[in-house]
């Protein structure tokens, strides 16, 4: 991946912002493994290094550590037996290990990293990633979803240094875990809409330029869809490059609205939940992509029945609300409320601007039909039971997830608009 070109082509965003990002080396590309301690070393990575992973991805990196100590790496090792969840107890047990190393290797995909990201960022330590499957878009994040009081919250440190993936090991990845990250770059629709809605609505920073190029890579990965369940490395690739870029994206832009909507909101809420009754909560592009579904069907149906509005102040019942959370979230959720998104949105300009955000959402959104096809044809899950996700979690989940961030999403401004969510899932 040319870095310095995505540079290039950011300057003098008519945006206005100055588009920059600290990931210095992106190394995408087949065999790649055996010269992973080259790279690292002509990179100038730290010799000294912590090495973190899990058993599954240890084992699916065939040769890496041999790469490494030829190449004069002294490694430190935690290897978990297999790490589901992101929880700041495991940040804070690889930052207690950071103390007599240069540098943090995170070995694996999602939770495995989110963990480095935060830990090796406390630590002072620098940062790179060996990625073992393309299964969602936080590889290149400035910011990691990390689990700390039963609340999921993203936490903003910096991006990896470097991140480096051996196609040959991509493609060798479990379906289910290739056809997540196919879920997760889906989302990005959303992801898009929902920002550009808030750009009209209250003005929040907005860049055509990146969301222009994060839709791009959306519809090289659509373009390969019918390849993701193969072992396909050209498949695998192009998956894992749009996820990282992505992860840039969110960087450029400063924000991760670039990468994630209500969609991910969704899947944050389900997620909380299942953790608390001790439920596995399924990988995350799993959850996003059917999250991506409904929201996508929701938002299609909104704009095609409802012409005109009538919108009113936010009319939430904080009681209500307070009770859905529950003692175990209540506080977390109420300090993204206080004050609450919707406090800056004029009913009156929401009225006036909706004609233009329906006109956006049927020419940026896929209809229904094409988004169960392209997730269907990558073998994504598209119902909510594919990720045991019953029909009170649904209901719970659509209704009430846009209280778990302060961000204007149009979940959220759907009481002001006089609008019952579930009126149009089908």
């Known amino acids: 991946m040319d870095l310095n070109k995505i540079l290039a082509d950011m300057k003098d965003c008519p945006c206005g912002k100055v588009h920059t990002f600290a990931t210095k080396l992106v190394d995408i590309s087949s065999g790649l493994t055996a010269r992973t301690g080259k790279i690292l070393s002509d990179a100038g990575f730290p010799k000294n290094i912590l090495m973190v992973t899990d058993e599954n991805a240890l084992a699916a990196s065939t040769g890496l550590l041999e790469s490494l100590t ?76 990390i689990i700390e009081n039963n609340f999921k919250n993203s936490i903003f440190v910096e991006q990896p240094e470097i991140i480096l993936a051996d196609t040959k ?22 992801g898009i809409l929902d920002w550009k809605i808030s750009n009209i609505l209250i003005g929040e920073y907005y860049c055509d330029a990146i969301a222009d190029l994060t839709l791009k890579a959306v519809e090289k990965v659509v373009a390969m869809g019918e390849h993701v369940t193969d072992a396909n490395e050209e498949a695998a690739g192009s998956i894992m490059e749009a996820l990282i870029f992505t992860g840039l994206a969110m960087k450029l832009a400063g924000t991760s609205r670039p990468a994630s909507g209500a969609e991910h909101v969704v899947s944050h809420f389900w997620e909380c939940n299942k953790l608390l009754q001790g439920i596995w909560p399924e990988f995350h592009g799993k959850k996003v992509g059917v999250a991506t579904v409904l929201i996508n069907r929701i938002y299609r149906n909104i704009a095609e029945r409802v012409t005109e509005i009538d919108p009113i102040p936010d009319p939430t019942d904080w009681d209500e609300v307070k009770a859905v959370f529950g003692e175990k979230m209540v506080d977390e959720m109420m300090k993204v409320n206080t004050p609450t998104i919707t406090d800056k949105v004029d009913p009156a300009r929401l009225k006036e601007k909706w004609p233009e955000i329906r006109q956006l959402i049927l020419s940026l959104l896929p209809t229904d039909e094409d988004m169960v096809r392209m997730m269907k044809t990558a073998g994504a899950a598209i119902e909510p039971a594919e990720v045991h996700v019953d029909e009170k979690m649904l209901e719970l989940g659509l209704r009430y997830h846009s209280y778990m961030r302060y961000r204007v999403l149009l979940t959220r401004l759907m009481g002001m608009m006089q609008i019952n969510i579930m009126d149009y899932l089908h």
């Not at 540098?103 to 995909?109: E, F, I």
């Not at 090991?169 to 959303?190: M, R, S, T």
């Open 70 to 145: 030829d190449a004069g790496f002294s490694l430190k090792k935690l290897i978990y037996p297999d790490m589901k969840y992101a929880r700041m107890e495991s940040v804070n047990e690889v930052v207690a290990l950071c103390h007599d190393v240069d540098g943090v290797l995170s070995v694996g995909t999602g939770s495995i990293n989110d963990i480095c990201r935060v830990a090796s960022f406390r630590a002072g330590k620098r940062f790179a990633i060996f990625a073992t499957a393309p299964s969602m878009d936080g590889f290149a994040s400035d910011s990691a979803p």
């Open 169 to 190: 090991i991509l493609a060798a990845a479990p379906v289910e875990l290739k056809a997540a990250g196919f879920g997760d770059i889906i989302a990005k629709y959303i």
